[in-house]
């Protein structure tokens, strides 16, 4: 339910059509188009499983703003705090400056229009309603279509209360799930209208009701069910208030489940959004439950809409609506067996967070990406209940700091700073993960340029390693102060510190991404003092070890030093594939950095092809992805030089007036647009990149201060 990574809002937007036939709502359908057409701010309340979502996603998909239709799952997201991280995650935006996530949405939203879909709210309204204030207050082009069990109480909202099903449409769309199940009902039978009458037409009790079909008739679920609310309600058949209607009917359902099947769907009400198969198996297995029989009960509790699957662009997964995981929640507290189940999922996605850290230095690091992103509600669980809960907080400190991969390579650098400076806030019995967090968020400030709290992360790292005589946590805290100097022009100092990060590296045996991006940066330190030839060597060590283990991140900054020597030394063609090679990486994995130094070399190569107007419309490009980077060019005079001769080339060739205007011309592209402008549209942009062969030396003494720039500020793997 996300955009791609990378993207930009499009016209598409990221809301997929219903998977299932739309029984009935066709005057619900309706009255909510008028709404949208309406109102800015339209809600749609009503109780648990009345249809809302299915009915806003409808609506939503027929509505078409220029800039797309964006859907937030807020169900999953259980501390304040995050909603704005969910928003930005939804939109697929990357920002790697120190602002806020609701600075950073409004910077994004402006001048756009499209409409925002924020489901399941109700239980964060405190927080959600001033966001959406602010958001359609400040935002002309946006609409909001929220969907939660309560109003959001704001001005201007127009606010539409679903009721259930008509007796005739909930009968339609018992047949239509019964058929599903191979069972032919009579939409007239009186069985049929009455089991529907009993449970209130709400939609989600019918689906339940309907996979019970193949075991039971019509009338036999009629009778167990009427029998439940005439215990319920005293006798009386009208006397249970309809909001309870649907708790009734899935208590209903419950009871109906063999005990196999009631344990598994308590046990999974720990899983936050979607899960898949293998994490269902380990979490839930066990104690009356064999692993390997959680897949046959798992069948069943499809088969009867407990549980829903769902085909994403990373496999077979599985959800429970939130009504359902919520009943199942209670049961579990029930039974005194939350507090296991909870360190189980914890246990999980740390064994999955510290495999995808050891798999991104491998051709995997693509499915790596992609599996952080599906699994991060489940992540953001885990870590909230390993930072709040006693004796629990090395492993917060853990996870936090070896998920650096994603904070720093893939566009989520404020989040990961939130859990990080929550980590390093707590005491920890265990040294190694604290200082593992310590690194990682003195790297992820350098990341957003936040040289003042970067510098004491790093310091503190420093000391308490020496002290525990931590070699590996001496290392990574000594590289990354090389890289903070290298990025602030200190050259010299950047040298030092870099070559001794990397003999202790040696020393201990490490090798990953994090160290061969220590000597690209060590490179570009070299290169910015004038021994290009140095640089090349360097580089093209890192190169030949990327592409034996299938690394693609790392590997694409290496690209870009050694497409820089190539413009050095007037090899234009050279120098343009192997930008290319580096920008289809870089986008790829959501690195604004990467992406926006290769579109500035881009740029000069251009220029230096002779086509100014070209050079000048990419600067412009580069111009409108710096905001979301930080800096420009990070303030330094030696990143700045290849901007700036560039754009003395193109004013000199084109004068001031159509020089301008190309640059405006690039700044209106859109990051998507801007990186195929860019790279010609000549391949797609996640194709792993052909290997070639060395770049030559250029010689020694090239003028420096000319054209230069690094890919700095990108590495760190393990901390032992």
Not at 262 to 289: I, K, N, T
Not at 487 to 493: E, F, G
Not at 501 to 506: P, V
Not at 546 to 562: I, K, N
């Given at each position: ?5 990378g ?17 009935g ?7 909510l188009a ?11 309340t ?5 249809g ?9 998909a027929r509505s ?5 239709v964006?859907r937030?799952?807020?169900?999953p ?5 995050l ?9 697929g935006l ?49 609409g ?5 069990r ?9 606010v ?15 047949a ?8 032919v ?22 689906e ?7 075991a ?11 029998d439940?609310?005439?215990?319920l ?6 006397a ?19 005990p ?14 979607r ?6 198996e ?30 994403t ?7 429970m ?8 929640a ?7 067996d ?11 996605y740390?064994?999955?967070a ?8 491998s ?10 992103e ?14 709040t ?29 939130h859990?990080l400076?929550?980590?390093v ?6 040294d ?13 400030a ?7 709290p970067a510098l004491?992360?790093?310091?503190e ?19 990354r ?21 990397l003999d ?7 090798l990953?991404?994090?160290v061969?991006?220590g000597q ?6 070299r ?17 030949r070890?990327?592409?034996?283990h299938g690394?693609?991140w790392?590997?694409?900054?290496a ?27 870089a ?7 990467g ?10 190569v ?6 100014a107007?070209?050079?000048a ?9 710096w ?5 420009p ?6 990143y ?23 640059v ?6 859109g990051r998507?647009?801007?990186v ?19 770049v ?6 090239v ?11 990108k ?6």
């Amino acid at each position: 339910m996300r955009a791609s990574p990378g993207g930009d809002a499009t016209a598409d937007g990221n809301l997929p059509l219903e998977p299932d036939r739309f029984v009935g709502r066709t005057a619900e359908l309706t009255e909510l188009a008028r709404a949208l057409d309406a109102s800015r701010l339209v809600t749609v309340t009503g109780p648990g499983g009345v249809g809302k979502s299915r009915l806003a996603a409808r609506a939503a998909a027929r509505s078409a703003p220029p800039d797309g239709v964006w859907r937030v799952e807020l169900a999953p997201v259980r501390d304040p705090e995050l909603v704005d991280f969910a928003v930005v995650e939804a939109l697929g935006l990357t920002d790697h400056t120190t602002r806020l996530p609701r600075e950073a949405l409004l910077a994004h939203l402006t001048g756009r229009q499209l409409l925002l879909v924020l489901d399941g709210f109700e239980h964060l309204v405190e927080v959600c309603a001033p966001l959406v204030a602010e958001l359609v207050g400040r935002v002309p082009g946006l609409g909001v279509l929220a969907v939660g069990r309560r109003p959001l109480e704001l001005a201007g909202e127009r606010v539409m209360a679903l009721a259930p099903l008509g007796e005739g449409e909930a009968a339609e769309l018992l047949a239509e799930r019964a058929a599903q199940q191979g069972v032919v009902l009579g939409e007239e039978d009186a069985d049929v209208r009455e089991l529907c009458r009993r449970l209130d037409g709400i939609p989600l009790a019918v689906e339940l009701a309907a996979g019970r079909l193949r075991a039971l008739s019509p009338g036999e679920l009629l009778a167990r069910f009427d029998d439940r609310f005439r215990l319920l309600a005293g006798g009386r058949r009208d006397a249970l208030p309809r909001h309870q209607t649907l708790r009734t009917a899935i208590g209903w359902s419950h009871e109906l489940c063999t005990p196999e099947e009631r344990l598994l769907w308590a046990r999974l009400s720990v899983f936050a959004g979607r899960f898949d198969l293998e994490a269902a198996e380990y979490v839930c297995g066990g104690d009356g439950l064999p692993s390997d029989g959680v897949l046959d009960v798992l069948s069943e509790l499809l088969a009867q809409s407990v549980v829903v699957r769902e085909e994403t662009p990373t496999g077979l997964r599985y959800r429970m609506l939130d009504t359902i995981r919520a009943y199942g929640a209670d049961w579990l507290e029930a039974t005194g067996d939350a507090a296991r189940l909870r360190r189980r999922h914890r246990d999980w996605y740390l064994g999955l967070a510290t495999w995808c850290e050891l798999d991104w230095f491998s051709p995997r690091q693509g499915e790596v990406a992609a599996r952080v992103e599906a699994e991060l509600p489940n992540l953001r669980g885990a870590l909230e209940y390993c930072l709040t809960e006693p004796d629990e907080t090395h492993l917060g400190q853990y996870l936090a700091g070896s998920l650096w991969f994603y904070w720093a390579g893939c566009g989520r650098l404020s989040e990961g700073r939130h859990w990080l400076e929550q980590a390093v806030r707590l005491d920890s019995d265990n040294d190694q993960s604290r200082l593992k967090a310590l690194w990682v968020l003195g790297y992820v400030a350098i990341l957003q340029g936040d040289t003042v709290p970067a510098l004491a992360a790093l310091q503190e790292c420093s000391e308490e390693a020496d002290q525990a005589a931590n070699p590996t946590a001496v290392a990574y805290a000594e590289h990354r102060t090389g890289c903070l100097a290298l990025v602030t022009d200190d050259m010299p100092r950047a040298e030092t510190l870099l070559r001794s990060a990397l003999d202790r590296y040696q020393q201990i045996g490490e090798l990953n991404s994090n160290v061969l991006m220590g000597q690209v940066e060590l490179a570009m330190a070299r290169a910015f003092q004038g021994d290009l030839a140095d640089a090349v060597t360097l580089c093209e060590d890192v190169r030949r070890v990327c592409e034996d283990h299938g690394e693609r991140w790392t590997r694409a900054y290496a690209l870009y030093v050694l497409a820089y020597v190539a413009w050095s030394e007037d090899q234009l063609p050279l120098a343009r594939d192997l930008l290319a090679d580096c920008l289809g990486s870089a986008h790829g994995f959501r690195d604004l950095l990467g992406s926006v130094l290769a579109v500035e070399l881009l740029a000069l190569v251009t220029a230096a092809e002779g086509d100014a107007a070209e050079a000048a419309l990419l600067q412009g490009a580069a111009g409108g992805m710096w905001p979301s980077v930080g800096l420009p060019l990070f303030g330094s005079a030696y990143y700045n030089a290849p901007h700036e001769l560039c754009e003395a080339m193109a004013r000199e060739r084109l004068g001031d007036g159509p020089y301008e205007e190309c640059v405006r011309e690039g700044a209106r592209l859109g990051r998507e647009a801007a990186v195929a402008r860019a790279l010609g549209q000549r391949r797609p942009l996640d194709a792993l990149p052909v290997p070639r062969g060395p770049v030559r030396p250029a010689p020694v003494g090239v003028d420096m201060r000319k054209p230069a720039a690094s890919p700095t500020r990108k590495g760190g793997e393990t901390a032992g």
